[in-house]
């Protein structure tokens, strides 16, 4: 079985372009959640969804972030007018249901110019 | 707030030795807990999990112990190698993860 496959590994965007990041779960897993991780820090949450419904998005920015996990195709995490502070690595995890283990994808880094 | 949170940030140890990692909770509700080890460059990757029921759960040369009277989890592991150098997260139920405490392990 394959694992999280997250795409692009590294995406580079200018300040005010818009970045688009692809996230297929496990087969089988229904629980899709986002991190994102700066330098020298740990993982924040960001958005918490299954299948069509975002279940929790407590750190999601208010403003220009947001995700969608569609009936069918990968989790995408959308950031519009990217700013340089957008500057990080982006992961993506999946469980089969709530209360157990995350698996994680391998992220995507995000750069700003 | 909800905090998971490491006490020591980075932790040098001998090839061969003995590791612990310590984490500490303050959600008196937590029931199940989970250990990631991140590798430079990769996503989390699940070692071991524990649920409050228990007080200590062994895996392939990890160990978790859990306290629940202090809100306390350890990772022990055992034989330390040079695969073992990376950060680690202690995460509970919650979608929150500590801030992570680095592994380096000296040849």
């Known amino acids: 079985n394959a694992g999280v496959m997250q795409n692009p590994r590294h995406l580079v965007r200018r300040r005010g372009q818009e970045a688009r990041l692809r996230c297929s779960p496990v087969k089988g897993h229904s629980h899709v959640y986002w991190y994102r991780q700066l330098p020298e820090e740990g993982l924040k949450f960001m958005v918490y969804?299954?299948?069509?419904?975002?279940?929790?998005e407590s750190g999601m920015p208010k403003e220009r972030f947001s995700a969608e996990f569609p009936k069918e195709g990968p989790s995408i995490l959308r950031i519009q007018q990217v700013v340089r502070g957008d500057s990080a690595a982006y992961f993506c995890?999946?469980?089969?249901?709530?209360?157990?283990?995350?698996?994680f994808g391998n992220g995507t880094r995000l750069t700003v110019t | 707030g909800e905090s998971v949170g490491l006490h020591l940030p980075t932790l040098s140890v001998q090839e061969g030795d003995n590791s612990i990692i310590n984490c500490a909770y303050s959600n008196s509700a937590s029931d199940y807990f989970i250990w990631y080890k991140q590798e430079s460059g990769k996503g989390p990757q699940f070692i071991i999990d524990?649920?409050?029921?228990?007080d200590k759960r062994q895996g392939q040369r990890v160990t978790v112990l859990l306290n629940k009277t202090v809100k306390h989890l350890s990772l022990q592991i055992a034989a330390t190698q040079p695969g073992d150098s990376a950060v680690y997260f202690c995460?509970?139920?919650?979608?929150?993860f500590g801030k992570g405490n680095q592994v380096v392990v000296i040849p």
């Open positions: 969804l299954q299948k069509e419904n975002i279940i929790d």
């Open positions: 524990i649920r409050s029921n228990m």
């Open positions: 995890a999946s469980s089969p249901e709530e209360n157990s283990p995350l698996h």
């Open positions: 995460r509970n139920n919650r979608l929150a």
